[in-house]
């Protein structure tokens, strides 16, 4: 079955991509976590995994650390 990652924050939205893999979720999550601190601020986006139209959020122990 596919997965498809995106990243998602209450206050920043998601990120608008549709993630073939983690590791690219991960590479875009890093790269809002590095501008946002570049202007002072945090991203508060988290990554979630889709599997048949649902989505859930992944822990920091299954790999979405900051």
């Not at 209450?10 to 875009?28: D, W, Y």
């Not at 501008?35 to 508060?44: A, F, I, T």
């Given at each position: 079955?596919?997965?498809?990652?995106?990243?998602?924050?209450?206050?920043r939205?998601?990120?608008?991509?549709?993630?073939?893999?983690m590791?690219?979720?991960?590479?875009?999550?890093?790269?809002?976590?590095h501008?946002?601190?570049?202007?002072?601020?945090?991203?508060?986006?988290?990554?979630?995994?889709?599997?048949?139209?649902?989505?859930?959020?992944?822990?920091?122990?299954?790999?979405?650390?900051?």
């Amino acid at each position: 079955m596919a997965e498809i990652y995106t990243n998602i924050g209450p206050i920043r939205g998601s990120c608008g991509h549709a993630h073939k893999s983690m590791n690219t979720a991960v590479k875009c999550l890093h790269r809002d976590q590095h501008g946002c601190k570049k202007q002072g601020g945090y991203s508060d986006r988290r990554i979630y995994v889709a599997t048949v139209g649902d989505w859930a959020i992944l822990t920091d122990d299954e790999g979405a650390d900051e």
